[in-house]
């Protein structure tokens, strides 16, 4: 209920970054006292989330995915706001960026970057939302929050002003520039935070980060926002963020020092492990002889470790550490044994593995057949105009299960292929089933929109599918106008499914024209660029490391027909992959929806299990490569107990997380590590692999809804049902392929039973 002395009841608040930090803590905390939320983030998956904690406020909430950086269609997305809406009463520009670089390494493109969504889209942001607040005689407010507080409010305000009276000012650009000039001029900050914090005003020039001795703070209490949102927020253990504080509970501080220990590697952001790691740390940078390691639970100091190396390998005292939290302190030793350095700290947990048993398989096949039918029934909710005679999802990516409510964000390139593919296997498998015919015709309607719906073939990347489409029209949230460019693979391998079983040779040739282009498109190396423009084929994001999406469409391709050229390509992209990310762990750059992340910071393992299949087929003298990328997935994103330390899921377990900046248990996931579990026996004969896989598909059948859904964000048995209901049906298709695996090997073997 919202505090007499500030209610805000009736009232419509905006608050940019709010998928999580304080701008999640804001969207609550002005819910809490009364206001409906519009939630503007470019993380699609954290605004979910924060959804469903402002409607347990009781108020309407409305989720706006958009990427401040496109300054351009900033106006647009206000006018559009509005139209729907109809008010905004409160903007809170909290959403920010913030590159780790030091000064002299900054680029021109992150410089830019940063400016244009720290100083510029608040700015425009408020510019907008004047000119309809003054047309709708709504006195609101704009506030700052976060790096956004560079665009200078007026002091006195504390924080926050009108634009109206905005609008009204003369010379209302100078104050904001002049405000973003005093990281770079500041001499007291020679190497200036990437971002800083506005929670409170102090007084005019303060240390970088710090307010200048005796500075007031002045800041208000805000009834129904906890105390912490005042200031730094308790932090979980987790990874270091963009768009969190520079410097809260000492957060990327160690760059600023000459002498530091810098965690380093595939673990340097983990948050929990199920088998023993190796930290490692850039000794370069200590000044060390040697150095000491401390690990702490709660009750103190467990273990101690001298090491002459910059790294520490744990499997020795893994076993005598405890479950739950630990806190390893690394001591930078010099030869007498003072400390040359500033120490380093990690927080992780220790979580629980697998328990061994081996589970009895439930009915699969009655859990597919159940999802199929729900995954082929029509739209339950409004039908626009270039929907009609569609399947449902091909303009949306998720829904509420429960009402049927769709969302209009749509990954074509990603989801499109999950429907064929899933369709046309569940057709073959159960081909008497009455859902059958359908299934084929649906994937059949999916392969002609894509053929339908494609960039120009006199653009770079010629006849490519759209990666990301929004409310009609291509492009949106994170990506803007830029494709994920190895995603055209995916849908050549789902052409290929078409053309076997439709004959049709459209499909066919759709699948050689994009290996063809892709191949142009390959660097040297092997590699690939993540996002690129297709029109120019200009790289917009450089690292991904899912080669191995073309390199499987190749190898298909080959199989039909040979091309050395393609033979050649393949091979090369396989040397990258194996010198890449199986020799350093950088598996990163996969999704539509997700913004660029500093190396490790944002690990996920979606090619990882393709590329253990492919090693599996094509080369077994790799077998105990393969065994170990599978140990990473079962380490950083299997959740084999219900009660994991770190993720919370409370949802049948073993649960697949997806990737580190969305740490939550998705059944698409959880159906691709099937396949990867399924091949994995069939190469070792090893029984521990098809306990896993079988336990694994248990728990996927025991989160589905009465309406047949899977559920993609887990399933809480305390109620029996999902905490969030926002599934997604292209994740439901990948775990139905996980499922007809399983009863494929059921029917071969025999084995799991």
């Not at 706001?81 to 390494?105: P, S």
């Not at 889209?121 to 407010?141: D, K, N, S």
């Not at 000492?250 to 760059?255: A, D, E, L, T």
């Not at 467990?302 to 550490?321: A, F, G």
Request: proline share 7%.
């Amino acid at each position: 209920m919202a505090s007499e002395s500030f209610d805000l009841t009736g009232r419509v608040a905006v608050v940019t970054g709010a998928a999580r930090g304080i701008g999640r803590v804001l969207a609550a905390g002005l819910a809490a006292v009364g206001a409906d939320i519009v939630a503007v983030d470019i993380d699609v998956p954290a605004l979910q989330d924060v959804t469903e904690e402002i409607r347990g406020h009781g108020r309407q909430v409305w989720v706006r995915p958009q990427d401040l950086s496109r300054l351009a269609d900033l106006p647009e997305f206000v006018d559009a706001m509005w139209a729907e809406i109809g008010r905004v009463d409160v903007l809170v520009n909290n959403a920010g960026v913030a590159y780790i670089e030091r000064f002299n390494d900054i680029t021109a493109k992150s410089w830019r970057h940063t400016m244009s969504v720290n100083l510029d889209a608040p700015f425009l942001l408020t510019q907008r939302m004047a000119e309809h607040m003054i047309a709708g005689g709504i006195r609101g407010r704009a506030a700052t929050a976060g790096a956004a507080a560079a665009c200078g409010l007026p002091r006195g305000a504390g924080g926050r002003a009108s634009p109206v009276d905005l609008a009204a000012r003369r010379c209302g650009h100078r104050r904001p520039s002049r405000r973003g000039l005093l990281g770079v001029s500041d001499p007291a900050a020679p190497a200036p935070a990437p971002r800083g914090r506005l929670h409170a005003e102090p007084c005019q020039r303060p240390r970088l980060g710090l307010p200048a001795a005796g500075a007031p703070l002045r800041a208000r209490r805000v009834p129904g926002l906890p105390d912490h949102a005042r200031g730094r927020h308790p932090r979980t253990p987790h990874r270091p963020r963009r768009g969190s504080c520079a410097f809260a509970a000492g957060g990327s501080m160690s760059q600023h020092v000459a002498r530091a220990i810098a965690f380093t590697g595939p673990t340097a952001y983990a948050t929990r492990f199920v088998y023993p790691p190796t930290l490692t740390w850039d000794g370069k940078r200590t000044g060390a002889a040697r150095y000491e390691v401390l690990i702490a639970n709660g009750a103190g100091v467990v273990r101690r470790e001298p090491t002459d190396q910059p790294r520490v390998d744990l499997t020795q005292m893994w076993e005598q550490l405890p479950y739950g939290p630990l806190d390893v302190m690394v001591l930078g030793l010099g030869p007498d044994g003072t400390e040359t350095c500033l120490a380093g700290h990690r927080r992780f947990a220790k979580a629980p593995g697998f328990d061994g048993v081996a589970q009895a398989p439930l009915d699969w096949a009655d859990a597919v057949r159940r999802n199929m039918a729900y995954l082929l029934a029509p739209a339950r909710d409004e039908v626009r105009p270039y929907e009609r005679g569609l399947p449902r999802c091909a303009w949306s990516s998720f829904e509420d299960s429960i009402t049927g409510q769709r969302s209009h964000v749509s990954f074509p390139a990603l989801h499109a292929p999950s429907y064929i593919m899933g369709f046309l296997r569940f057709a073959d498998a159960f081909p008497d089933d009455r859902l059958a015919a359908e299934a084929r015709h649906q994937a059949d309607r999916y392969g002609e929109w894509l053929l339908t719906h494609r960039h120009p073939a006199d653009w770079t990347c010629a006849l490519f599918p759209y990666s990301t489409l929004e409310h009609g029209q291509v492009g949106g949230v994170v990506e803007g106008t830029a494709i994920t460019l190895v995603r055209a693979a995916r849908v050549g391998e789902a052409m290929m499914e078409l053309n076997r079983a439709t004959g049709e040779p459209r499909y066919l040739d759709y699948a050689w024209h994009l290996a063809r282009r892709l191949r142009d498109l390959q660097r040297p190396d092997g590699s690939w660029p993540y996002r690129v423009q297709p029109r120019t084929g200009e790289v917009v994001e450089e690292y991904t490391s899912n080669a191995i999406a073309p390199v499987r469409l190749f190898e298909l391709l080959e199989e039909i027909e040979l091309d050395a050229s393609l033979t050649a390509a393949r091979e090369r992209a396989v040397e990258w992959i194996l010198a890449g990310p199986v020799r350093d762990g950088l598996w990163q750059g996969m999704y539509e929806d997700v913004s660029e992340r500093l190396p490790y910071e944002n690990l996920q393992h979606w090619d990882t299990n393709d590329t253990i299949t492919y090693l599996l087929r094509r080369r077994p003298d790799l077998l105990a490569v393969t065994k170990e990328l599978n140990r990473y997935i079962e380490d950083q994103f299997v959740v084999w107990q219900p009660r994991d330390p770190v993720v919370d899921v409370r949802c049948p377990t073993p649960a697949v997380l997806e990737q580190y900046v969305c740490y939550k248990p998705i059944e698409a996931h959880a159906g691709r590590w099937l396949v990867t579990l399924t091949a994995l026996h069939e190469a070792t004969g090893e029984g521990g692999y098809l306990d896993k896989a079988v336990a694994t598909a248990n728990a996927i059948v025991r989160t589905q809804q009465p309406g047949g859904a899977f559920s993609t964000w887990g399933f809480d048995e305390r109620f029996g049902r999902p905490l969030l209901t926002l599934d997604w049906p292209g994740c439901n298709a990948e775990a139905v392929i996980g499922l007809l695996r399983m009863i494929d090997q059921k029917a071969t073997t025999g084995a799991a039973t």
